[in-house]
């Protein structure tokens, strides 16, 4: 952000809201006008939404955070931004542009006959409910409704009663109005009125917080023009907008602007059958001869950005083990390229690139087991690092920030190299091939055979995860700016020692900065070489690994979230606490607080099923239960993102599980009934079908239809480059001459000009097939849709 108001240094940070409920917040920057934040979040958004939002907050200390100001994005106006960065002006955060929820509603024009037999027309609205209403200071709202017939001489408002702490109110409330006069009416009669044409009249519906004794605050509006009724019954849900007057009074030039990179996709599976095709043509792709004639080698030349076809890619052949040939293909071709051996891999090319994205996602446990307790001491009890002159404080002695320094790097180092028996299976494989084909490339040069290896698992692996632990969550929050610097020191030692054969003397003039290169010169190179070099052989080897006893349970999920209290007393209140949980592959654990031992714990194979409950169990959003053998555990987490992806994480670990239920419970069982069915036996069997019922499947991290659907996204998308694609190959196939415009062209790789031409035309008619089938879906779609306003 830059600019910020008020025009004094203050501690700034930012949060990301779906609508109004906050779903990310970045770290505090300090004392800065221009704070950088420079944070990246991922997420799937499990609900409709309107707006994204991102707000800059005044940290303050003693009151409340300040909201300095806001960017907001229609959802139908991401596209325009996606892919690119964007300066955003700050507008005024007002309670009367604050709104999210629908509102479903049935309008109907009656024609009545009145007494003396004249027709006069009558308006009914049905408000039915409404849903996804936000939170008010924390806590679920107290809504109603007006509802208003709006002309130019007439405001008719009736109101509708409050209902108590929910987001999604059912009010089920018809209300009359009489629209046109009856022809018998003179401008003397009762009325008084000029007669009203019903083609400027419109229907308006406020929501409200009930505000008991402080002011009611506004939640949204809807209008509807009475003329598009005309005789028909209309029913539909109406998403809830801002005022219209809402911001017209603040100033919007002056309270700075925020820089963002936004990348929104929107992707509609189809059934398995209908990708077929294009799946095997992807999973053939590490066999055809050469690999830059391959589906997928020709996905990420049409792609802008390699990573938009690297993520799909990696997940898709991994989850159906072809990730290793294929990196070995690119890899290949990457190295025919590479002229210096001390270069190698060392640019953003499809197979370093593939090979970070596989890391990411193989590698999490394996960061963990080895990282997480060193990085933990260095966040919990830190030491003064500093040794660049220019950065230390006064009073700091730099001797002993070298010390420090130096029993961190020895630490975090030596745990790396103590861990190869904890190297996934798979990064082993690609490691090894790797290896070898670098030694094939360069003979003469005994170091490149370790140098290919280096330059992924230290340089691109473990360098990366020091220097930003919350990012590979290996810490829950971010570390300030103090452990920030000493982490951002570790990982430049550790990518130096890491680096085969670095600490050679001619090595050290390198360095760019000489505080590094004294640093340096107190490290044995001998010692350190060796220690790099048995790890490398370790992790580049396909040798199985000696079984180290019992396997140790996979860390899958951790944070902090509310869990409604299981007491069976009848004394006391059944109350929400605040607890850490924890879940792995072995048990699902909730603890008083971070590394303190579990006060509760349930075995993953005990697990009977996790399933949403209705928020009117305790007028409570984002819950979800988890059933095992004794009460269901109860749990609400912070926001719908997290909430979502607890579920997903919990289904995902016990699809396997025997005794899995086909029917549960959505509400609780309260007062000596279940809320939902009514029942009131507490086991009686649930009354609705469990939703993740789902066969067993050991690739179960990744799904593969979605990885699909999104690469065939990325070919509709990229339909042209296909085509100038198809038309070189063509080109050079029949004219083997000088090319013919080569701008076209030239940035493409084509070795083989028919079998490339050959894909090319399998793809595009794949593509035109799956673009007829989504066709077909969007018309049934929209035809059913019910959406009064989008």
């Given at each position: ?5 008020p025009?004094?240094?203050r501690d ?16 505090v920057?300090e ?6 934040f420079g ?5 799937e958004?499990?609900?409709t ?10 940290k303050?200390?003693?009151q ?20 690119k960065?964007?300066?955003f002006?700050?507008q005024?955060?007002?309670?009367n ?8 509603l ?15 027309q ?10 996804g ?22 405001n ?6 409050v ?9 089920n ?7 046109t ?5 003179t ?6 009125v ?5 083609e ?11 505000g ?18 005309k005789?028909d ?15 017209k ?14 990348c929104y ?5 189809l059934?398995?059958e ?5 799946r ?5 792709s ?5 690999i830059?004639a ?14 938009d076809?690297?993520l ?10 072809k ?26 090319s ?48 730099v001797?002993?920030?070298m010390?420090?320094?130096?029993y961190?790097v ?16 798979l ?7 790797l ?11 005994p170091?490149v055979?370790?140098s290919?290896?280096?330059s992924?698992?230290f ?7 020091v220097?930003s ?6 810490r ?6 103090q ?20 600490l050679?003397k ?13 640093f340096?010169?107190?490290?044995q190179e001998?010692?350190?070489t ?5 790890f ?7 040798e ?32 929400f ?15 008083k607080?971070?590394d ?10 005990n ?16 819950m ?11 749990i ?27 029917f ?13 069915c ?15 019922d789902?066969?067993a499947?050991?690739?179960i991290?990744?799904d ?5 659907e999104?690469?065939y996204s990325?070919f ?8 100038k ?11 083997q ?9 030239s ?8 079998a490339?031409?050959?894909?090319l035309?399998?793809?595009i ?15 049934k779609?929209?035809s ?7």
């Amino acid at each position: 952000a830059k600019h910020l108001v008020p025009n004094k240094m203050r501690d700034f940070f930012c949060t990301i809201n779906l609508d109004q409920e906050e779903v990310f917040r970045t770290q505090v920057v300090e004392k800065s006008l221009s704070p950088y934040f420079g944070e990246e979040f991922y997420f799937e958004i499990p609900r409709t939404f309107q707006w994204l939002s991102f707000y800059i907050y005044d940290k303050s200390v003693l009151q409340k955070d300040l909201r300095i100001g806001k960017v907001s994005i229609k959802k139908e106006d991401l596209c325009n931004y996606t892919g690119k960065e964007n300066w955003f002006m700050l507008q005024p955060v007002d309670s009367n542009s604050e709104v999210q929820g629908k509102v479903h509603l049935e309008l109907k024009l009656n024609e009545l006959i009145t007494d003396n037999g004249s027709v006069c027309q009558q308006l009914v609205v049905h408000i039915k409910e409404c849903h996804g209403l936000p939170l008010i200071n924390g806590q679920n709202c107290d809504p109603y409704a007006t509802v208003s017939l709006v002309g130019p001489s007439r405001n008719d408002q009736k109101k509708t009663k409050v209902k108590k702490k929910t987001s999604n109110p059912q009010f089920n409330e018809t209300f009359y109005f009489e629209v046109t006069r009856s022809s018998s009416y003179t401008k003397k009669s009762q009325f008084q009125v000029e007669e009203e044409d019903i083609e400027k009249l419109e229907v308006r519906v406020d929501l409200w917080n009930n505000g008991n004794l402080v002011q009611d605050v506004f939640l949204g509006e809807i209008k509807v023009p009475v003329k598009v009724l005309k005789n028909d019954s209309f029913q539909a849900w109406y998403l809830l907008q801002p005022r219209e007057n809402g911001n017209k009074s603040s100033k919007t030039d002056d309270l700075g602007s925020l820089r963002l990179n936004i990348c929104y996709t929107e992707d509609c599976v189809l059934p398995s059958e209908y990708y077929a095709s294009l799946r095997n043509l992807l999973l053939k792709s590490s066999d055809v001869q050469p690999i830059s004639a391959s589906a997928a080698y020709i996905l990420s030349e049409v792609c802008r950005d390699k990573y938009d076809a690297v993520l799909p890619l990696v997940r898709l052949l991994l989850h159906h083990h072809k990730l290793v040939p294929f990196v070995a293909a690119v890899a290949e071709l990457d190295l025919k390229d590479t002229q210096e051996a001390n270069t190698i891999f060392r640019g953003n090319s499809l197979a370093t690139r593939c090979v970070d994205e596989m890391m990411k996602i193989v590698g999490k446990h394996y960061l963990k087991v080895t990282l997480k307790p060193v990085i933990d001491e260095i966040c919990e009890s830190p030491k003064p690092c500093e040794i660049d002159p220019i950065k230390l404080r006064e009073g700091d002695n730099v001797e002993i920030n070298m010390e420090n320094l130096r029993y961190y790097v020895d630490k975090v180092f030596r745990e790396i190299v103590r861990s190869s028996i904890s190297c996934p299976t798979l990064m082993c494989d690609v490691f090894y091939s790797l290896r070898h084909l670098a030694a094939k490339r360069f003979p003469n040069d005994p170091h490149v055979q370790y140098s290919a290896v280096s330059s992924f698992v230290f340089l691109r692996f473990f360098a990366v995860a020091v220097v930003s632990p919350h990012t590979f969550h290996l810490r829950p929050h971010h570390p300030d700016a103090q452990t920030s610097r000493t982490l951002t020191l570790i990982s430049k030692a550790i990518q130096t020692l890491g680096s085969w054969g670095s600490l050679t003397k001619s090595k050290l003039s390198s360095f760019k900065e000489t505080f590094m290169c004294e640093f340096f010169k107190t490290f044995q190179e001998e010692k350190f070489t060796e220690s790099v070099k048995k790890f490398l052989d370790d992790v580049s080897s396909t040798e199985s690994k000696e079984p180290s006893g019992v396997s140790e349970p996979v860390h899958l999920k951790e944070g902090e979230m509310y869990k409604r209290a299981q007491g069976r007393t009848r004394i006391g209140k059944k109350n929400f606490k605040k607890r850490w949980f924890c879940l792995t592959t072995r048990e699902f654990t909730y603890h008083k607080q971070q590394d303190k031992e579990p006060i509760f714990t349930i075995p993953i194979k005990n697990i009977l099923a996790v399933e949403k409950l209705d928020e009117s169990s305790f007028n409570k959003k984002n819950m979800f239960q988890v059933l095992h053998g004794e009460k269901p555990l109860y749990i609400q987490a912070n926001n719908c993102v997290e909430a979502s992806e607890w579920i997903e994480a919990l289904c995902r670990v016990t699809r396997c599980n025997q005794k899995r239920l086909s029917f549960y419970h959505p509400s609780a069982f309260l007062n000596g009934n279940w809320l939902c069915c009514k029942a009131t036996m507490e086991n009686t069997e649930g009354c609705a079908r469990c939703t993740a019922d789902v066969p067993a499947d050991t690739q179960i991290e990744i799904d593969g239809d979605r990885e699909t659907e999104r690469i065939y996204s990325l070919f509709t998308i990229n339909r042209s480059k296909l085509q100038k694609l198809e038309e070189a190959c063509g080109s050079i196939a029949v004219y083997q001459g000088p090319r013919k415009e080569p701008d076209d062209y030239s940035n493409f790789t084509i070795e083989d000009s028919v079998a490339t031409f050959h894909t090319l035309q399998q793809i595009i008619d794949i593509v035109e097939k799956l673009n007829e089938s989504h066709e077909k879906y969007q018309k049934k779609r929209s035809s059913s849709a019910k959406y009064g306003s989008e």
